[in-house]
């Protein structure tokens, strides 16, 4: 029989898991899977169980929010053999499930695990000592999501982030950052009032521009950084660039890339999948291509399932991508 680990956040949406627990675990059951489920028991605690006892099983499913999900693959990336995962989502935003059309219907989402196919994922790592799995980002809008207690993420969902970040703009306590840009021998240095790193095509509950030609598994991130708009008009250019996806403008630095640093002289808050990522005065995010195994409906409709038609068999499962994980500056991450 094969064994799988199921570790869920009981808190995240409102504890809806509790509602479809033992549902999710006898098709689980039903699908041919031993099941050992772990409820999280503090921040951390889910990263810590898969770190410690993942080797162990044939899959790990996890259910929470896009922190949990960051978590688990952030575990994943540090054992030797890449052992597949599952999501059913349960979070406010849900930005990577929305990404990769995974079911918000948990015991649909379960089902797909139990008939899923594996699609490999890429991983970002970013500063050498921590992953992301869809975003990277810093400036306006991006320290909100971590501020916002667990509490009103469940209430108010994205609204409140995006709520939060215009009214910091608007009262004008958000400036620019001067920042180096490099990536592929190309070096840019500007203002900037954010920045994203992204392999999503969902960003804080909102389609990303420039989604057309999102790959997943492509090695490459999409890269976009707003000018700070010098006057009224020069932001109204830009906010009207941003709604018609319109980001080759003088408005943007927006390219796709494996590899990209980020100088400035000022340190740069960062968060990883919405949550603290520290502050650095010199950062650097490599896309770990194929890195994970996600486990996913399959559909012959997606730009997924094409891809996968187009994967062939791994030679080996070893993770070269192995790495140590550090912790030291990060106040935890919710799962
Ligand atoms: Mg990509």
């Known amino acids: 029989m094969k064994k799988m680990l199921f570790v869920f956040n009981p808190r995240s949406g409102k504890g809806l898991i509790r509602n479809a627990l ?5 098709i689980f059951t039903r ?4 099941v050992v489920t772990y409820p999280t028991q503090k921040p951390r605690d889910g990263y810590r169980k898969i770190l410690e006892d993942g080797m162990n099983f044939d899959v790990v499913a996890v259910s929470g929010g896009d922190g949990t999900m960051s978590e688990a693959v952030t575990a994943l990336m540090q054992l030797p053999k890449m052992i597949p995962i599952g999501y ?5 935003t849900n930005d990577f499930a929305a990404s990769m059309r995974i079911s918000t219907n948990m015991t649909d989402a379960a089902q797909d695990i139990v008939d899923g196919v594996y699609f490999e994922y890429d991983v970002g790592q970013f500063n050498k000592q921590r992953y992301f799995v869809y975003v990277a980002a ?3 809008f991006t320290d909100v999501p971590y501020v916002t207690p667990q509490d009103a993420k469940n209430i108010f969902g994205h609204a409140a982030y995006i709520a939060e970040g215009i009214k910091r703009f608007t009262a004008g306590s958000y400036k620019g950052m001067d920042i180096t840009v490099e990536h592929d021998g190309i070096k840019e240095s500007g203002n900037f009032l954010l920045g994203i790193v992204s392999n999503s095509t969902s960003i804080g ?4 521009p420039m989604r057309e030609g999102v790959y997943f598994d492509d090695g490459l991130f999409e890269v976009t950084l707003v000018r700070t708009p010098s006057t009224p008009l020069a932001l109204q250019q830009t906010l009207n660039d941003a709604l018609l996806n319109r980001l080759n403008t003088k408005n943007f630095l927006s390219f796709k890339s494996a590899k990209v640093s980020f100088t400035s002289p000022e340190p740069i808050s960062w968060t990883l999948d919405g949550e603290a990522g520290g502050a650095y005065t010199e950062s650097v995010a490599v896309n770990c291509r194929r890195a994970i195994k996600l486990i996913i409906k399959p559909d012959d409709k997606t730009d997924q399932q094409r891809e996968i038609d187009l994967l062939k068999p791994p030679s080996d499962t070893t993770n070269k991508y192995l790495r140590t994980a550090l912790f030291e500056d990060q106040d935890g991450i919710e799962i």
Do not use: N
């Not at 033992?22 to 006898?26: A, F, G």
């Not at 699908?31 to 031993?34: I, L, N, P, S, W």
């Not at 509950?205 to 990303?208: E, F, L, S």
């Open 138 to 140: 810093f400036g306006i």
């Open 205 to 208: 509950g909102m389609k990303v």
């Open 88 to 92: 059913i989502p349960t979070g406010s």
């Open 31 to 34: 699908g041919g899977f031993e």
């Open 22 to 26: 033992l549902d999710i675990v006898d």
